[in-house]
C-alpha cells in the first residue's frame, strides 16, 4: 500500500530558483555580484574546524549582537535559516487550518508555498497598475479568519515600494490581533527616504514583525542566516517551531563577521544601486517600462512576452528570472555583465 500524503500538496506551488547555466552570465537569483569579504571566509574556515561538534542551538551570540545593533532587546529577536525559513515558522506559529495569510501578488513567491504548506489558505491580492503593493485593497481582504499578511517591502519581484504614510495608514486599518510581517530583505538597497525603516515600526506597533536577511547585503545566500524582529512572545513562537541546529556554525561566525565589516558591504551596495540606475535609465531609453526599484534588481512587466525575452537573453549569454505571464526581473551584477545584459535587451524587438 501506498504512502498516503496530504490530499492537497498537488495544490503547493513549486518555489523556481533562478537557473545556472554554465558559460552564461547569472542575473536571476538577486544574489550580490561579489563573494564573501576575505574575513568573512576565515571565520567560515575557523568555525569548520569544529564540524564535528553542533551549532549554538539558541544562536546566543549573534542574536546579541543583532539586539546591539538595532537597539532592541535580545528577547524580540529570532534567528532563522534564511529569511525565507522564518517566513514558513510565522505560519506554523500564528495560523490554525483554515487561516487566511494575505500578500500582495506579484510578490514573493514562497509566500503561498509556506501559507499552503502550514495549513493556511493563501489570498492573493493584486498589485496597483503600477506594479506597488495595493495597500487598500490588502486591508479590504482581511476577514476574520486572516491571522497574518505579509509586506515585501521593497517587493520582490518588482523592486517598488511603498512609502511611510500608506503604510502607516495601512497599519491603522489593520486589527490589532493581525501580524502585519515587513519583509525587508533588501533594505539596504532603499536609497528613498519615503520609504520607512520597519524596525521603527515595529517599535510602535504590537502587531508588527519584521524581517531581515544575510543573503543578499551581506553577500551570505549560500550560507542561510535570516532573522525577525517583533513582540517577544512571537520571537519565542519562532523558536519553538524552528528545526533544531538549522543555523550552522559556520553561518553563525559568517554573520558575525559580516556585521564586524558592515561599512565595507554597505559602500559595495551602494554600487550595485548605481548599477540598478544604469539598467533602469538605459532600458527605459530602449523602450522598456521599468518601475522604480529600490531594491538590487529591476523589473520588466513585459506580460505574455516574459518567457520569449529570457530566451533571448540566455541565447546571448545572461540569464535572467521570468515569471511567465507577469514580467522578468534582472538582477544588477557587475558593470561588465550589467552591459552584457543591456546590449541583449537592445537587441530584443519589442
Not at 535580545?74 to 529569511?83: E, F, M
Not at 495569510?101 to 510578490?107: M, T
Not at 490588502?138 to 479568519?145: E, L, V
Not at 517551531?241 to 563577521?257: E, G, M, T
Amino acid at each position: 500500500m501506498p504512502v498516503r500524503l496530504r490530499d492537497d500538496l498537488a495544490a503547493l506551488p513549486t518555489y523556481v530558483a533562478g537557473r545556472t547555466v554554465p558559460g552564461a552570465v547569472k542575473l536571476a537569483s538577486n544574489e550580490m555580484p561579489l563573494p564573501p569579504l576575505p574575513a568573512v571566509r576565515a571565520a567560515v574556515e575557523r568555525a569548520v574546524e569544529a564540524g564535528n561538534r553542533y551549532p549554538d542551538i539558541a544562536v546566543t551570540t549573534l542574536t546579541a549582537r543583532l539586539a546591539e545593533h538595532h537597539g532592541v532587546e535580545p528577547a524580540r529577536i529570532a534567528v532563522g535559516c534564511g529569511s525565507v525559513a522564518l517566513c514558513g515558522q510565522l505560519v506554523q506559529a500564528v495560523c490554525a487550518p483554515g487561516d487566511e495569510v494575505v500578500f500582495a501578488w506579484r510578490s514573493f513567491e514562497a509566500y503561498p508555498i509556506v501559507a499552503l504548506a502550514g495549513h493556511a489558505t493563501a489570498v492573493r491580492v493584486p498589485l496597483t497598475a503600477g506594479h506597488v503593493h495595493d495597500l487598500d485593497a490588502m486591508a479590504d481582504a482581511i476577514t476574520p479568519r486572516t491571522k497574518m499578511v505579509f509586506v515585501c517591502n521593497p517587493n520582490n519581484p518588482t523592486g517598488t515600494a511603498v512609502g511611510e504614510d500608506a503604510l502607516r495608514a495601512f497599519l491603522a486599518r489593520v486589527p490589532s490581533d493581525v501580524l502585519v510581517v515587513l519583509d525587508e530583505a533588501y533594505r539596504e538597497f532603499v536609497r528613498d527616504p519615503d520609504v520607512p525603516d520597519g524596525l521603527a515600526l515595529a517599535a510602535e506597533y504590537d502587531n508588527v514583525c519584521v524581517l531581515r536577511t544575510f543573503s543578499k547585503a551581506h553577500r551570505l545566500a549560500g550560507l542561510r542566516v535570516g532573522y525577525a524582529v517583533g513582540p517577544a512572545e512571537l520571537a519565542a513562537a519562532l523558536r519553538g517551531v524552528a528545526v533544531p541546529f538549522a543555523v550552522s556554525s559556520p553561518a553563525q561566525a559568517a554573520a558575525l563577521a559580516a556585521l564586524d565589516h558592515l561599512d565595507e558591504l554597505l559602500a559595495d551596495c551602494a554600487a550595485v544601486v548605481g548599477e540598478v540606475g544604469r539598467m533602469t535609465s538605459a532600458l527605459r531609453a530602449l523602450g522598456y517600462e521599468v518601475p522604480p526599484s529600490q531594491a538590487n534588481f529591476v523589473w520588466l512587466p513585459l506580460g505574455s512576452r516574459a518567457l520569449e525575452f529570457a530566451e533571448h537573453a540566455l541565447e546571448n549569454k545572461v540569464v535572467v528570472r521570468a515569471f511567465d505571464g507577469d514580467g522578468v526581473r534582472v538582477s544588477a551584477g557587475t558593470p561588465e555583465e550589467v552591459d552584457l545584459f543591456l546590449a541583449a535587451a537592445g537587441s530584443f524587438a519589442l
